[in-house]
Every structure is written in structure tokens, then in C-alpha cells.
């Protein structure tokens, strides 16, 4: 079978598909026997033709029933599926069980080609060794070249490892010894040069092969082709990896945007990409039949993607096979026939290789098809003309085109515009924006277009006379653009005296169509700004032009039109306030703008719902944005009668509540019923690492953080330091940071701080770690000698906790104080306690 022969296949089972579909309605209406499963996928097929799940329980329900019944759900699956392989085997499976032989070649020939899938292939070589089991010699060599042509197109498959073991296997079983030898020879040496499963164990079996036949001649062929075999297997683990990501069996649908056809389309693609780059090093031929075999692959799964059509055919072209590219084109427009860009990619190739009347085909059916026939297509298949056959041909296409119902004023001027510019013959040009002004002179766009090209030649007296024109018989809500355009040019080629008349003509227009708002602006300073700017040229500050912006917006909420806003002026310097450009045009009425009654101007140091603007909430020159005490979120206020502490900010919240139980465990409060004391003291003795952490958390709407739970991470956290000086206290802070470092021998100030020489996470040096290394080895092996009999070192959290609250319930302890360390400290450290003073 022929390429082109291929290709037409695809399209006449879309033809099928669409008048099967068109007869699944007369089938519910009459299918009183049809299955409660197959109406309702029948049903759900009706409202969306490419329903996967619908037409999956179709094909379930055509899988449990005989063939006989299931021949017609098989054929509706298929013609609207023609790459689904797994539905191709499940119907020829049952069709060879039925032995109805005749049916299955009529099957395998109308899928094999177009669906290169090992699974269908291999039941295809099952039917082949089947009809010709009893036929001797000459069934055995229609068995081999069934063989050969499968290998021949599946062959370089990933998966075709089995396909090229059982090849052998029906090779050595060839009663021809003389035969036998060299035709296994041959498959070994091609299946073990292929990246597929399996290609380890066809090794194998190759060196037995050859060892098995003669030991000197296998030790020459094996050292010619292991490093070929090697290289394969290095491809087969970079191709694995890629195949292992794409989904063989999916449906091919148009794109729906869905995260998965996304994510397969993407594994396609990069599949593809490695495809070309030429990783087995191949001869061009080979590379060619490898890449082409890896785009029909793909196009079973994406075949409604017109970008892997386009990049199918312009793979072949940029590779010198314009044959293959144009079948390529063929196939992809009958397979997608309303897709316009791939009609213009085919006819940009055929143009640009010389085939002109193939082009011209192209654009023809372009034209004529119902589905692809617009505007655009009259345009560039006049072009097209003028570009093969001259001026004279394009004119009369565009007489053609003017009788298409489809064809709308941008035909006539882009003919206009071609005319001007490749002839540079005004007058047809002139005649041809003529004769559209008399169809299309009630579209405002038109009138433009034509405006602009008199402008183009200087007639301006021919400007004006058209404004008059199209403004005498445009109703007055859709003039709005043509008086817009005629000011303009009033204000550029006129004098004073006609631009205030035209002015003054546009704003009588503007309040006979009720639009107040605007029609303020025609006396105002904006209207002068508008007369005296130049392109992005400005005669005022941009602090004036945001003054009148205001202005406008409380002009016309006065007015009542808010939301309404046509005049140009006003969209220019409303334009020109937020990007500083050109904003010509009219701003669409249907925009909703906001209230800006109720607008005050933010200032970051004002917090919400207090009557402090200036409030500082900081530690150490940072603000305490994560710090939230209650009362609004985020919020700190000052409390009646609670005086400041000495953290330079941080103010009692306004309804306080009572310290937690671990929380005063280091912190004790001063006031009965009030956490600001405690609050303050644990700001007081925190280093300026851990402040630093805590006025980087943001501040976020809800319920206010439990102390407990974020006190007892911090305690877990297993810091490189001593966690004495990120907790300021010697008492509970030495003993924490001796159970979660397991150092008994950190040294502590009297005040509770670390000394000097301690170490500091502010001022960690990592180089110094790294050249001190054999220093701190040194160390922790003597640390791991003293500690020997202590058999478990693992922080216990409930049992800390516990302890936590113990110390809580004594008196006369504070966090700043000159601590010792616990002598309950030992049930988790596992030494003694002592002074660390």
C-alpha cells in the first residue's frame, strides 16, 4: 500500500464517523433492546461526540457480547477513533475467534498502517502463522515476510523485543540448515543494535549463538559489535525513561486543555526531540524511517493536534523529502479539515517549491469549504493570485469574492490597499474603496479605513467630504469614532476656525445621544491637552494630567454616568495618567468602575482599627509583623493603664489572656491575668537571630498562633549553636540546649547569657567550620569517650514538656535571672546535674 493510499484512509473513516453519528439518534429512538450501559453511552455521545469514558463503556459493552452483536459498536468506536489500537485488536481478536478469516484481512488492512502498535502487529503475525500452518514450505515463507514486513515498521519499536525473539525462534525451527544459520545470524545482528526491551537477553542469547556455531568466529563478531550493542543500551535507558511518561492507550481527542493531555503532549514532544537529535548516531536513511516511525506513534494519540501535523511535514521538508511532506499536508487537511493554518502551511509550500497549481487547489477548497471560508480566505487566495497571475487575476477574484455572503468590508480594503502599494495605481484603488462604501458605508471601521487612505494620497477635501457622508447617515450612537477621527484630522490639516466648529458639531452629537459626561470634557483643559500633544508628548506634568483624571471621575459620577464613557479626550488622559501612551478610542461602557467614595490613602505605619498612625511594632530596628497578641490579627495596641515595656513597640494587647503552661516555663508574668509582661521579657532576651526569624513572619487574617506548639518546634529544632543564647536563660535554656545537642559542657555568663566565646549563629563563619573540621572531629570523638554509658540521647518531648511545667509551678524563678541547671535535667540527658555558673 501506497502513502498517498494511506492517507485517504483516515479521511474516509472520518466521512463514516460523522454519518454514523448522525444515525445513533434513529438508534435510540428504535433500540428497544439496547443494554441500560450502551444507551446511556449512547446518550452521553449524542451531547459530546468525544465523550472517552461514554465511548469506553461502548466498548466494554461491544467486548462482552458476540460478534455478531458487537460489530456495529466496534465500527461507530472506530471510525470515530481510527488510531485506537486497543479497539482495532479487541475487534479482530474476536473476529479470529468467530474464524471469520476473511473479515480479519479485511480489518488488519484498514489498521495496520495507520496504527503501528506491537500489541495489534503481533496479533496480526498470530492470524498470518494460523492460515498458514498446513500449507508447508509455502506457508513458512509467507510467514517470513509477514515476519519481515512487521519488523520492517514495528521493528524499532521499544517494545518490539518479543516481536524479535520470536522471529528468532520461527528462524531456528527453519528445516534448512544452510538457511537457518545465516538467517538468524542477520535478525540477531539487527535486534541486538535496536534500544528496545529485552535487548540485554537478545545479547545473550547471541553470544550462545555464536559460541554455539564456532568459538574463533564468535570472538571476531562478537568484539566487531559489542560497542554498537552498548551503544544501543545506553539509548534504550534514555528512551525508556521518556516512554515511560506517555500513555499509549489514550484516546486521540481534540485538546481540551486538560492537565493530562497536556502532560502527554508534552512527553510526545520531548520524545520527538530526542528522536531527532540522532542519539543511535544513524545514516540519514535510517534516521528518517526512525523519526517518521516516532511522529505516527504520536499522531495515535495527539492525531487532532495540528501542531505535530505541521511539525511532521516540516521535519520532512527540512530533510529533504518535499514528497513526503506534501503526503504529510494531505493527510493532515483531510484529517482535520476546519484547521485554516494548515491549509495556509500546505499552500506556503507548495508556492514556495514551484507547484503553483497545487497551491492553487489549496486555496480553491480553502474558499469553498464551508467550514474554512471567511473573510481572511478570500484575502490571501486573492493575494495569492496577484502573486502567481498579476493584478488583473486578483481583481477578478475579488469580483468572485463579493458574492460570498461571508465576504465583509476587509476584502475590499485589503484589494485597495494591494492595488496602492504593488501597482501604485491610485485610481483603481480609489475605485475600489468606492464601490465597498456604497455596500459598507454604515460601518464606522470602513468609513476609517477609506479616511485614512485619502489621507495617504493628501486629498483632504475628499476627507472631509467623506466624514460628511458617512456622519449624515450614521446614527448618532455609532458615530462616536468618525466624529473622534474627524477632529483628529481637523486638528492636524485644519485651521483654527474649522476645528472648534467641528468640535462644537461632535459635542451637540455627543449630548443628543445622552452622553453628558463626555460631552463636559469638550470645554474643559482636557480638550486642550488633547489639541496640543504630540505622540507621547505631553503639554502638562503627569501630576496635571492625574488632577484631571480625578476630576473627570467626579465629574461624571455628578453626571451620573460612571460607567459610561466614550469621549477619545478622556481616555487619552486617562490613558496617559496610568501608562504615559496614546490611548485613543472609546472605552467600552459595560466596564465596572470602582467606588472610590469611600478611598483613603494607605500609609503602612497607620494600623488597622487603631488611632496610632504612627505605631512602631519592631525588635532591634525590625517590625514584629509575625508577633499577633490577641484583639484584631496582627494588630498590636496599646492597653489603658499598661505602661510600655522596654522593647521599643510592643504594647499589651487590648483583651489579654492568661500565659500558657510551657510558655511560662521560661517566661513568668508580672501582672496577674496578663501576658504583657511575659511577652516582653521573652522579646528582651532574644538574641538578634531569633528576633530577626520572628519580625520576618508575615501577618495573615485568623486566629492567633498557640505559643505552645511553636515554642515546642523551636525546642526540636536541632541548632548548630547553643541554645542558650538563642533562649537567653542558663537555667531552662542550658539544659534544653544539652538535650536536643547533647553538649553537657556549654559554658554560660552569669546573666543567664552565653559567654563571648560562645557560639553565635549571627556570626558563623562557614569557612572557618570547614578548615576547623579535623578540630571538631577531634572533639566529638572525645565527647562520644566521656558520654559512653549514657544509652539513649534522643530528646524526650512529652517528658521536656512535663518537666517545662513543673518548673513553671515553682516560685521565685524568672527567665533573666542567673540560672543552674535542673538537677532533673539528668532523667533525659543522662548525666548529672550541676551549676553551669
Known amino acids: 500500500m501506497s502513502e498517498r493510499e494511506e492517507a485517504a484512509q483516515l479521511p474516509a473513516a472520518r466521512a463514516q464517523s460523522e454519518s454514523a453519528l448522525k444515525g445513533m439518534a434513529d438508534v435510540l429512538a428504535h433500540g428497544d433492546a439496547m443494554s441500560v450501559q450502551e444507551r446511556r453511552a449512547r446518550e452521553r455521545i449524542m451531547v459530546d461526540r468525544y465523550d472517552t469514558e461514554a465511548w469506553n463503556m461502548l466498548g466494554s459493552e461491544a467486548q462482552g457480547r458476540p460478534i455478531a452483536e458487537a460489530a456495529s459498536l466496534y465500527e461507530l468506536l472506530l471510525t470515530n477513533f481510527p488510531t485506537a489500537a486497543r479497539y482495532w485488536r479487541a475487534y479482530v481478536e474476536a473476529q479470529m475467534m468467530a474464524n471469520n478469516d476473511e473479515a480479519t484481512k479485511q480489518i488488519f488492512s484498514r489498521c495496520l498502517l495507520s ?5 495489534l502487529w503481533r496479533c496480526y503475525i498470530r492470524f498470518i502463522r494460523k492460515v498458514n500452518e498446513n500449507r508447508g514450505a509455502e506457508g513458512r515463507d509467507e510467514t517470513k515476510k509477514a515476519f519481515d514486513f512487521m519488523l520492517g515498521h514495528i521493528g524499532m519499536d521499544i517494545g518490539a523485543g518479543a516481536v524479535w525473539m520470536e522471529y528468532i525462534a520461527f528462524l531456528k525451527a527453519t528445516p534448512e540448515e544452510s538457511q537457518r544459520m ?11 543494535l535496536a534500544p528496545i526491551h529485552l535487548v540485554e537477553q537478545l545479547w545473550k542469547d547471541y553470544e550462545n549463538f555464536e559460541n554455539s556455531v564456532s568459538r574463533a568466529l564468535a570472538k571476531s563478531l562478537l568484539a566487531e559489535y559489542q560497542p554498537k550493542h552498548f551503544s544501543a543500551r545506553a539509548v534504550y535507558r534514555e528512551r525508556k525513561k521518556l516512554c515511560e511518561r506517555i500513555d499509549s492507550s489514550m484516546l486521540a481527542v481534540p485538546p481540551t486543555g486538560s492537565i493530562k493531555e497536556e502532560q502527554q503532549c508534552s512527553a510526545w514532544k520531548q520524545l520527538l526531540a530526542f528522536e531527532k537529535g540522532n542519539p543511535q548516531m544513524l545514516d540519514a536513511t535510517s534516521l528518517t524511517k526512525r523519526v517518521a516511525f516516532t511522529f505516527e506513534q504520536c499522531l495515535m494519540c495527539l492525531y487532532h493536534y495540528p501542531e505535530i501535523w505541521y511539525d511532521y511535514a516540516s521535519w520532512h521538508a527540512q530533510n529533504g523529502s518535499p514528497e513526503s511532506a506534501a503526503v504529510v499536508f494531505q493527510r ?3 484529517a482535520l479539515p476546519d484547521k485554516t493554518l494548515l491549509h495556509y502551511a500546505f499552500a506556503e509550500f507548495e508556492e514556495a517549491r514551484g507547484n503553483i497549481q497545487e497551491a492553487k487547489k489549496v486555496y480553491e477548497n480553502l474558499v469553498k469549504n464551508t467550514a474554512t471560508a471567511s473573510s481572511l480566505a478570500y484575502i490571501q487566495s486573492i493575494r495569492f493570485v496577484q502573486r502567481t497571475e498579476g493584478t488583473e487575476s486578483a481583481l477578478k477574484a475579488l469580483v468572485e469574492a463579493r458574492k460570498s455572503p461571508l465576504c465583509t468590508y476587509h476584502v475590499y480594503v485589503a484589494s485597495a490597499m494591494m492595488v496602492l502599494c504593488i501597482e501604485k495605481d491610485q485610481k483603481i484603488a480609489r475605485n475600489i474603496f468606492e464601490m465597498g462604501l456604497k455596500k459598507y458605508i454604515h ?9 485614512d487612505f485619502l489621507c495617504r494620497l493628501n486629498d483632504d477635501q475628499n476627507v472631509r467630504a467623506l466624514f460628511e457622508r458617512a456622519l449624515s447617515v450614521l446614527p448618532p450612537e455609532e458615530s462616536v469614532e468618525v466624529w473622534n477621527r474627524f477632529v483628529l484630522f481637523e486638528q492636524t490639516y485644519g485651521d483654527l476656525s474649522s476645528m472648534l466648529k467641528v468640535q462644537q458639531r461632535r459635542k451637540d452629537a455627543l449630548v443628543q445621544i445622552g452622553d453628558e459626561g463626555a460631552a463636559m470634557v469638550e470645554n474643559s483643559l482636557q480638550q486642550l491637552i488633547s489639541r496640543y500633544r504630540y505622540l507621547d508628548l505631553w503639554p502638562c506634568s503627569a501630576q496635571d494630567l492625574d488632577h484631571l483624571a480625578r476630576q473627570q471621575v467626579m ?20 490613558g496617559a495618567a496610568a501608562k504615559g501612551t496614546d490611548a485613543a478610542g472609546s472605552a467600552s461602557a459595560n466596564i465596572v468602575l470602582p467606588d472610590v467614595s469611600k478611598m483613603v490613602v494607605y500609609d503602612p505605619r497607620q494600623a488597622p482599627g487603631s488611632g496610632t498612625s504612627g505605631l512602631q511594632t519592631s525588635v532591634g530596628g525590625q517590625p514584629l509583623l509575625g508577633l499577633q497578641l490577641g484583639g484584631a490579627p496582627g494588630v498590636l495596641q496599646q492597653s489603658k493603664g499598661a505602661a510600655p515595656s522596654g522593647v521599643p513597640g510592643l504594647f499589651a494587647p487590648v483583651r489579654p489572656r492568661a500565659p500558657t503552661a510551657q510558655f511560662s516555663a521560661f517566661v513568668q508574668p508580672s501582672v496577674e491575668g496578663s501576658t504583657s509582661a511575659s511577652v516582653e521579657e521573652a522579646v528582651k532576651v532574644l538574641p538578634p537571630t531569633l528576633g530577626n526569624f520572628l519580625s520576618q513572619l508575615p501577618i495573615v487574617d485568623g486566629p492567633t498562633p498557640n505559643i505552645e506548639m511553636v515554642m515546642a518546634e523551636l525546642l526540636q529544632l536541632k541548632i548548630p549553636l547553643d541554645v542558650s543564647e538563642v533562649l537567653g536563660t542558663d537555667s531552662d535554656g542550658a539544659f534544653v540546649a544539652k538535650v536536643i545537642t547533647g553538649d553537657t559542657r556549654g559554658q554560660t555568663a552569669g546573666n543567664g547569657f552565653a559567654k563571648p566565646g560562645a557560639r553565635n549563629m549571627g556570626n558563623l563563619n562557614v569557612r572557618a567550620m570547614k578548615a576547623d573540621g579535623q578540630k571538631r572531629k577531634e572533639l566529638d570523638r572525645q565527647e562520644e569517650e566521656d558520654n559512653a554509658p549514657v544509652q539513649n540521647r534522643t530528646p524526650d518531648v512529652f517528658r521536656l514538656r512535663q518537666l517545662q511545667r513543673a518548673r513553671a509551678a515553682k516560685s521565685g524563678q524568672t527567665v533573666g535571672g542567673a540560672g543552674s541547671t535542673s538537677g532533673g535535667s539528668g532523667a533525659i540527658t543522662g548525666e548529672p546535674s550541676g551549676s553551669s555558673g
Open 115 to 119: 496504527c503501528l502498535h506491537v500489541d
Open 182 to 192: 545465516t538467517a538468524v545470524r542477520k535478525a540477531y545482528q539487527r535486534a541486538i
Open 332 to 334: 493532515a487537511l483531510k
Open 443 to 451: 460601518e464606522p471601521a470602513y468609513v476609517l479605513e477609506y479616511a
Open 555 to 574: 465629574a461624571q459620577k455628578l453626571a451620573g454616568k460612571a460607567g459610561k464613557n466614550n469621549s477619545q479626550q478622556a481616555t487619552i488622559v486617562t
